[in-house]
């Protein structure tokens, strides 16, 4: 759905945009009676809107309105307008942490306020069985009066869904993964633990836990490299801190804290004195080319990427699983979201690829193969 400042959908008036996420567009509303400022958010416009997008963005409305809590997003109503699904929701003046973090440095004790808020909106969520799987500083509005609001539920799954037990899914932003979610299995409320710890680490370091110029060494780093220690990076943090922070980091679930509200009550420990000291200054969601997780104004274009048949995937992970193992999948995956024909993919995913012989010879592959171009 094309929409522009002024339209007037249902009763609600169009009067800015306020960003776009991985499916949807936002923007901000009047309502026409009530005169209240609210957020509607729907499909994006100018992308394939497959069967399993709109059931997606379905879910997270069917998700949100089960979910009560002053940390989580509200969900005011939801109806189609012109066969297409709208929802309304509470609307937060304030920036998101990502953006705070990239306009200046915080104290440790106001990092720490935000990561509790955050962990108490998902200890709500997961006690309801739903698992958020995108927890990151560009889904976590920080409001004018300091109040913390989890945004985005597009990605998120009930416990006991379908989706929940299929493995090999691969969804959600390379930086934040937890292992199991780079090598599609299973997850659990645990890997929202992981994901609040890769932030919580960004908050208290000034970087990424583990970072690269390649998905491939992005997604290697969340399977088999240690983080540095954050007391090395920033010998002013307490003990304390920087062994909840590395427990959150662990590669096996079952090291890691096991609910958001065990890892709320780890930080419940600290002491006060602990938390005065001031927080590197950091550009959190950049990477080598921009930021991994930014929402794309609306001003901007977006040429239309094109839709590869699964099969197709199927075999080019195949035959790239043969140089980066089952990091593939997600590369492949990645990739294919942006690329607009098959010989980008191809291109992207060859990128990957450290040496050049290995690099020519995958590409060979290609062209000796029956997958069309």
Same mark, same amino acid.
């Given at each position: 759905m094309?929409?522009?400042?002024?339209?007037?959908?249902? +009763?609600?008036?169009?009067?800015g945009t306020l960003g776009v996420g991985g499916m949807g567009q936002v923007?901000?509303?009047?309502?026409?009676?009530?005169?209240?400022?609210?957020?509607?958010?729907?499909?994006? *416009?100018?992308?394939?809107v497959t069967e399993e997008i709109v059931g997606r963005f379905l879910r997270e409305i069917q998700l949100l309105a089960s979910l009560h809590h002053p940390n989580i997003t509200a969900l005011h109503t939801a109806f189609r307008h012109e066969g297409e699904l709208i929802m309304i929701m509470e609307f937060v003046e304030g920036l998101t942490l990502g953006a705070k973090l990239n306009a200046s440095p915080l104290m440790l004790g106001t990092s720490l306020n935000y990561i509790q808020q955050v962990l108490a909106g998902l200890?709500?969520?997961? %006690?309801?069985?739903?698992?958020?799987? +995108?927890?990151?500083?560009?889904?976590?509005?920080?409001?004018?009066?300091? !109040?913390?609001?989890?945004? +985005?539920f597009g990605l998120a799954i009930p416990a006991l869904g379908p989706e929940f037990t299929r493995t090999g899914t691969i969804l959600g932003s390379l930086h934040y993964m937890s292992?199991? #979610? &780079?090598?599609?299995? !299973?997850?659990?409320?645990?890997? +929202?633990?992981?994901?609040?710890?890769?932030?919580? /680490?960004?908050?208290?370091?000034?970087?990424?836990?583990?970072?690269?110029?390649?998905? /491939?060494?992005?997604a290697n780093g969340h399977l088999k490299s240690e983080?540095?220690?954050? $007391? $090395?990076?920033?010998? @002013?943090?307490?003990?304390?801190?920087?062994?909840? &922070? =590395?427990?959150?980091?662990?590669?096996?679930?079952?090291?890691?804290? #096991?609910?958001?509200? @065990?890892?709320?009550?780890?930080?419940?420990?600290?002491? *006060?004195?602990?938390?005065?000291?001031? &927080?590197?200054s950091s550009h959190p969601d950049?990477?080598?080319?921009?930021?991994? @997780?930014?929402?794309?104004?609306?001003?901007?274009?977006?040429?239309?990427?094109? &839709?590869?048949?699964?099969?197709?995937? %199927?075999?080019?992970?195949?035959?790239?699983?043969?140089? =980066?193992g089952p990091i593939a999948?997600?590369?492949v995956s990645r990739a294919a979201k942006r690329a607009l024909t098959l010989d980008d993919l191809y291109e992207m995913v060859a990128a990957e690829i450290g040496p050049e012989e290995r690099r020519k010879t995958f590409l060979?592959?290609?062209?000796?193969?029956?997958?069309p171009k």
């Open positions: 094309s929409i522009t400042i002024g339209d007037q959908i249902g +009763d609600y008036e169009v009067t923007y901000r509303v009047r309502h026409t009676i009530s005169h209240r400022v609210e957020a509607l958010k729907v499909l994006a *416009s100018g992308r394939p200890a709500y969520a997961h %006690e309801r069985k739903i698992i958020h799987r +995108d927890v990151k500083p560009s889904n976590i509005m920080i409001g004018n009066n300091d !109040q913390v609001k989890l945004l +985005d292992p199991e #979610q &780079v090598l599609g299995e !299973q997850i659990d409320a645990r890997s +929202d633990v992981y994901s609040v710890g890769v932030t919580l /680490y960004q908050l208290v370091t000034g970087r990424l836990p583990f970072d690269g110029p390649s998905e /491939y060494s992005i983080p540095i220690n954050p $007391t $090395t990076i920033n010998s @002013d943090l307490p003990v304390r801190l920087s062994e909840i &922070v =590395l427990k959150s980091l662990a590669k096996s679930p079952a090291d890691r804290f #096991q609910t958001a509200k @065990d890892f709320l009550g780890a930080l419940g420990t600290l002491r *006060s004195g602990e938390t005065t000291t001031l &927080v590197i950049r990477m080598r080319n921009g930021h991994p @997780d930014a929402e794309v104004g609306f001003g901007s274009s977006r040429p239309e990427k094109a &839709v590869f048949e699964s099969s197709m995937l %199927e075999v080019i992970v195949r035959d790239l699983a043969y140089h =980066l999948k997600i590369v060979a592959i290609r062209r000796k193969s029956s997958v």
